[in-house]
């Protein structure tokens, strides 16, 4: 069976992790080292948080009555 890859996952973590370092630096003036770890947790929080919900959605859409596994 053929899987989507899952780049839009990634695209929307790299997204969210871009944007709170940017927020970060022109509203609170973070160092370098500080948005770094901003831009990894924010990125990975993201990246977890989208991945979990499309797996609870594509398991909500199997358990569906009269669908059938291909």
């Known amino acids: 069976m053929w899987r989507k890859p899952l780049t839009g996952i990634?695209?929307?973590g790299v997204a969210v992790a871009l944007a709170s370092v940017?927020?970060?630096?022109?509203a609170f003036d973070l160092s370098f080292w500080?948005?770094?770890l901003v831009?990894?947790?924010s990125g990975?929080?993201?990246t977890l948080?989208?991945?979990w919900?499309?797996?609870?959605?594509?398991e909500r859409h199997e358990m569906r009555?009269?669908?059938t596994a291909q």
Request: aromatic share 10%.
């Open 10 to 12: 990634l695209t929307i």
């Open 65 to 67: 009555p009269g669908r």
């Open 34 to 36: 500080v948005a770094l």
């Open 22 to 26: 940017l927020i970060g630096l022109a």
């Open 53 to 58: 919900r499309r797996f609870r959605c594509v």
């Open 44 to 46: 990975t929080a993201a």
């Open 49 to 51: 948080f989208v991945a």
């Open 39 to 41: 831009y990894v947790v």
